[in-house]
């Protein structure tokens, strides 16, 4: 057999991906907008329910808080999705909770003037009103570099490849929501796994009035299939001889959330009361602020690929940090016990689906409101098991890591020089930040541990974060090594027409703004 040409086995770099069925401003038929808009509420469900079933309860909140704590933050993450595709990048993000913000919530509320307090709803209020402080207080870092254009400007030390560790540990950095949180319940999230791979995938083909059904709605069906299956385990005593640990991971019905939500309830802001306000609390928070900035920098770029558009540039990027800014300040008025960032799972969701519309995000925005707002039907599809979610995991997380890898293909991984920065940012952007869960899961406190609690806060939150560590190494690497000679190496030739909104055709069809606010906001 006669070998192949070279010209027949490379594959030339493309700006945006193909084979995607709708891209960022092209629109699916309502039906079938609606039904993914509801598969995009659905998913991040997930994290708005983790997040409060986690802290409510060592702060001293009952189930009726946790409940409500849950709506807020979904009502929240509906107004941000909302404000951040229409006014900020445009892109198909859903912006929910973050979990960059658990190193300086659980250090707030371990503060020995809030762990004083013997009434468990008092102590509740006060430290809720403490995290709301906080983070009204933190959320001036982003509003201020988004909206002055500072993160544009930073933006320029940027290139591919020092955005293939940020970008691919945005996905790779979440592994321990993965397979280790299906391993508590394999019974569902094994089935899980494997039918969701197999209808996305394998049976992608099968249509139905030429619509590919199973790969277009996998996680539905198959959340459907595996929460019955589940519920069938829950109702026939599977588990009653079970541990405490098993059943709230595999049993349907310990969430406690339908008994305890009201039917219709509408957040509000301040409504646990006046925030409190601590310089130390405030600078812990300012740290989780920067990670979230880092992260949503690194998923709005892998955002931008999964809806076939080009890279966001430096002035959509800083609008849309200047916009999460707003959103974290709201999390902060409305008391949702955690900042926000870009949706990962959510965003690995568009490349399942082969949708990268906005409008369809958009209605998972309404969806949001809406049901934030009726208790008890919120609650019934929030009482899904979380092992489920990170079965689906598995799979969305892996798809947004190797988004981040596929910016290799503008760069020369021919160069010594590129594999040493690539290969040594991956590793400590994993290495590092496994150490400082390491050390805190055996210590219980990390490994900065000296007597002023804001600066032990700072560093721990931030060396917790791997795209945040990728980003520290490789930028610095990536700026200071043979940098002069090595532009094309870098990928700097392709990268650099993005960096302005004029510097692409295509910018305009992509991020510019509605209802004609370009003339008072033009681009940079």
């Not at 969806?367 to 799979?395: D, E, N, R």
Request: proline share 6%; glycine share 8%.
């Amino acid at each position: 057999m006669e070998a192949p040409k070279p010209e027949e086995i490379s594959h030339p770099p493309m700006d945006q991906l193909q084979g995607l069925e709708y891209c960022i401003d092209s629109n699916p038929s309502w039906g079938e907008a609606i039904a993914l808009g509801f598969q995009h509420y659905i998913l991040a469900l997930g994290t708005a329910v983790m997040i409060p079933s986690f802290l409510v309860p060592i702060m001293g909140g009952s189930d009726g808080d946790k409940v409500r704590v849950a709506q807020t933050l979904l009502f929240v993450e509906g107004v941000n999705t909302l404000l951040q595709t229409l006014f900020g990048t445009r892109l198909p993000t859903v912006i929910g909770g973050s979990y960059a913000f658990m190193v300086p919530i659980i250090s707030i509320i371990h503060d020995p003037s809030l762990t004083r307090i013997t009434d468990d709803h008092v102590r509740f209020l006060n430290t809720m009103r403490a995290v709301q402080g906080a983070l009204i207080v933190a959320s001036s870092i982003q509003i201020i570099l988004g909206y002055s254009q500072l993160w544009g400007i930073c933006s320029r030390f940027f290139s591919p490849l020092g955005m293939v560790p940020v970008i691919s540990l945005v996905g790779f950095g979440l592994f321990d929501r993965g397979f280790p949180v299906v391993g508590r319940c394999v019974e569902i999230g094994i089935p899980m796994l494997i039918l969701f791979i197999a209808f996305s995938q394998y049976l992608k083909n099968f249509q139905t009035r030429q619509m590919p059904i199973l790969e277009r709605f996998a996680l539905l069906i198959c959340i459907t299939v595996i929460w019955a299956y589940a519920h069938l385990l829950t109702a026939s005593g599977a588990y009653k001889h079970r541990s405490d640990v098993t059943q709230v991971h595999c049993r349907t019905d310990k969430a406690n959330l339908i008994s305890s939500a009201p039917w219709i309830k509408i957040p509000y802001p301040l409504q646990w009361g006046a925030p409190t306000f601590d310089a130390g609390h405030a600078f812990g928070m300012m740290a989780a602020v920067l990670v979230s900035l880092i992260e949503s920098t690194g998923a709005y770029k892998a955002a931008s690929r999964l809806a076939s558009a080009t890279p966001p540039p430096a002035h959509v990027l800083s609008r849309g940090i200047g916009w999460q800014g707003i959103g974290i300040l709201l999390s902060g008025l409305f008391g949702t016990l955690t900042g926000c960032t870009v949706s990962v799972e959510n965003v690995g969701l568009l490349g399942s689906t082969r949708v990268g519309s906005r409008r369809v995000i958009q209605i998972s925005a309404g969806f949001m409101i809406f049901f934030s707002m009726l208790g008890k039907f919120g609650a019934f599809f929030a009482s899904i098991p979380f092992t489920i979610f990170a079965a689906v995991y598995c799979v969305l997380f892996g798809l947004v890591s190797s988004v981040g890898l596929s910016f290799l293909q503008f760069t020369n991984m021919n160069s010594m020089r590129n594999l040493f920065i690539c290969g040594v940012a991956l590793f400590l952007g994993l290495s590092i930040p496994e150490y400082f869960r390491q050390y805190t899961a055996t210590a219980l406190h990390g490994p900065s541990h000296t007597r002023a609690g804001w600066f032990n806060d700072f560093l721990n939150t931030i060396f917790f974060s791997s795209p945040t560590v990728a980003l520290i190494v490789a930028v610095f690497l990536d700026n200071t090594l043979d940098y002069k000679d090595s532009a094309r190496d870098r990928g700097m030739p392709w990268w650099v027409k993005f960096r302005t909104f004029k510097g692409d055709s295509r910018n305009e069809e992509f991020y510019t703004l509605p209802f004609n606010l370009n003339r008072f906001f033009p681009p940079s």
